[in-house]
């Protein structure tokens, strides 16, 4: 009798059908999945220096690590072309959808798992370097871009948002082999930080974490939603309090005045420019690229009700949409309105 895993069939339907699937009826498998080989570098990495630990994996709906797990849950849209597809086209965008951006994630979790099965976060001189682990998350925090006091690893400086995040960020650093962190971060205050992870990881290398606990927090199995409820809620999640932008910054771009009668419709020229100013804002501010298309679409509409249209050549219009774009979008990451990942 074969034992083999039947095909899905879900993978030919489109995306009409397929959003009408449970995530919990997908049955999917890292095991030979696009991110196994960002998994099998992580393991690599970790035995490079000589780390016996080795974090768990489970499929979930999204990338975290649960607070008492020494393990990783990794989306569901990673384990599947046609689900990252999916992704792509609901999100604009593929969170971890390429190997270095999964290693980056892969590494963060990592710290996070580690800390976990060591207990890290009991000791002194980790609370005196990075504070309480059991601090309340707040709902939003605000960055401070220029100081030294923090690592730079993911975007929207992410070791400041909590004393855990700061760690996580901190071995994220550590670990990857290509960081040349001694050099990178001379003079810096974080550097106490990358040497502190340095001696306790070194420290315990070789020893049984205490923890092994291989519990799944919100394992894929267990959501029973669609797909379409999911990204439903994972849109308004990301659209919650979304920058406006306002008719003064508009009206300074383009104008309603008669004499520009003839010349291009604002909306028209911004809907030309949408992809393209999506992706460039978010690879400079680390906004979601959906965030930003949603706050486009409102500027397309809004420029529609005013009749506005453009009154300099296109090439330097886009220079000044995309500036104030970038400009407004990290006004608003400064506000502190912006997602807390776990």
Avoid at 1 to 13: C, E, G, I, N, Q
Avoid at 185 to 202: E, F, M, T
Avoid at 204 to 227: C, D, E, G, N, W
Avoid at 257 to 270: C, E, I, S, T
């Amino acid at each position: 009798m074969s034992h083999h895993r039947p095909t899905p069939d879900w993978p030919s339907l489109p995306d009409s059908h397929l959003l009408d699937r449970r995530l919990c009826d997908l049955k999917l498998s890292l095991k030979n999945s696009p991110l196994q080989p960002a998994i099998d570098q992580l393991h690599a990495e970790l035995h490079s220096r000589r780390i016996r630990f080795r974090p768990h994996f489970w499929i979930s709906n999204e990338w975290f690590a649960a607070d008492n797990i020494p393990g990783i849950a990794v989306p569901f849209y990673l384990a599947h072309p046609r689900l990252t597809r999916l992704e792509r086209s609901q999100m604009l965008d593929v969170e971890g959808g390429t190997h270095d951006w999964a290693m980056r994630i892969l590494r963060h979790e990592c710290g996070h798992a580690i800390d976990n099965a060591y207990r890290l976060h009991r000791r002194r001189r980790y609370r005196q370097l990075f504070g309480p682990f059991a601090a309340p998350y707040p709902d939003s925090y605000r960055p401070r871009p220029y100081t030294k006091d923090f690592v730079i690893h993911l975007d929207m400086w992410y070791a400041q948002a909590h004393p855990a995040e700061d760690f996580a960020e901190t071995f994220a650093v550590w670990l990857n082999p290509n960081s040349h962190w001694r050099d990178h971060y001379h003079g810096w205050p974080a550097l106490r930080k990358l040497q502190y992870v340095d001696s306790i990881i070194n420290e315990i290398a070789a020893q049984r974490p205490p923890v092994t606990t291989r519990r799944r927090h919100r394992p894929l199995s267990s959501l029973k939603i669609t797909l379409r409820e999911h990204y439903r809620q994972k849109r308004e999640y990301y659209c919650r309090d979304h920058p406006r932008f306002y008719d003064r910054d508009l009206r300074r771009l383009f104008s309603a005045d008669a004499k520009h009668v003839r010349r291009p419709a604002a909306g028209a020229f911004l809907q030309s420019i949408r992809p393209e100013a999506r992706m460039l804002v978010s690879r400079w501010t680390g906004e979601s690229q959906f965030t930003i298309d949603r706050t486009l679409a409102d500027m397309i509409r809004r420029v529609a009700d005013l009749k506005l249209r453009l009154t300099r050549p296109p090439q330097q219009t886009k220079t000044d949409v995309l500036m104030m774009l970038a400009v407004q979008t990290m006004n608003y990451l400064n506000d502190g309105k912006h997602r807390l990942a776990l």
